[in-house]
């Protein structure tokens, strides 16, 4: 299993694609937030910046369970971590398997950014997601 770049976007976006030999298992979009907003909650002053949010993770179903996800965080953050962020955010999709979504990002690090809230908006540092996927 590796990873490769798209190189599409700005340095601030980053797509990462997860092959197993040449055929493509799953993709992870994310972006470096620089400003401190964000569409949904406005001005984002949860975490400190800049601050990762990671907008997609998709794993396609032949291949879950063999630690694509992981490796996919883990590069995100490793990533990300390069161009100064010490946090990541972002939230999770609720249009199915919403509690199996939530125990994945759990089980990598994250946690629920606004305490005693079963809201979707889950965040991490990112020293935790590296430490936790190399364990």
Known sequence: MRTEDSDLYPTDYSIIFALDDDEV???????VVRDGFNERFGAFDLLPLPQGMLHELA??????????????VREFASRISSQGCTHVALMV?????WEDRVKFFESCGFYSLIEGSDDDLLGAEI?????????
């Not at 794993?59 to 996919?72: F, Q």
């Open 25 to 31: 298992v799953g993709v992870a979009r994310g972006e």
């Open 59 to 72: 794993v396609v179903p032949d291949a879950r369970r063999r630690g694509v996800g992981r490796l996919l």
């Open 93 to 97: 999709d609720q249009s199915t398997q």
């Open 127 to 135: 020293k935790t997601l590296l430490h936790v996927m190399t364990t």
